[in-house]
């Protein structure tokens, strides 16, 4: 019981695991998430989140989807916090492109990503972040 207290207080603190929506992360997640980003994110998001050049429609295969915007000209930041880290965990049924990374990277490291993702991001953004982006803009 006493260990199990011990867990608890433990993930309660752990920086950046409970990162909250319309917040400006934390600068020391924000720096773990950097590297972790361009190990496994940049090569289809590209640096800084740009995301890839679309593909001239005459060449794409049906159905491919090229890797959106992770800053703030696409609609990441249309989603809460807990979403995109389950999108990052579990990847997207719309493409299997987008891959599930549950199992390569744990949720915590999935958390300072997008610590990482969400420094792309204005003050204005990130204060219209998730639901409350419709009535927000
Ligand atoms: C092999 C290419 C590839 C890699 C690597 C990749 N992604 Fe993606 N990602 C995609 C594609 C393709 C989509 C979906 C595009 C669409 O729906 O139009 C996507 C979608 C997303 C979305 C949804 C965004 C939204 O606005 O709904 C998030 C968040 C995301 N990726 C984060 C990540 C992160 C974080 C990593 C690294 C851990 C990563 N991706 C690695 C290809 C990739």
Known sequence: MHKFNIVIIALFFSPGLFAATGERPDPEAVNAG???YQEYCQSCHQKDGVGEKPIPSFIARPGYLTAMPLNETSHAWHHSDEQIIHT??????????????????TEQQA???????????????????????MSCM
């Open 34 to 36: 950097k590297g972790l």
């Open 88 to 105: 990052i965990l579990n990847g997207l049924q719309r493409t299997k492109r987008m891959p599930a990374w549950k199992g390569v990277i």
């Open 111 to 133: 958390s300072h990503i997008l610590a990482y993702i969400k420094s792309f991001w204005s003050d204005r953004i990130l204060a219209c972040q998730g639901p409350k982006h």
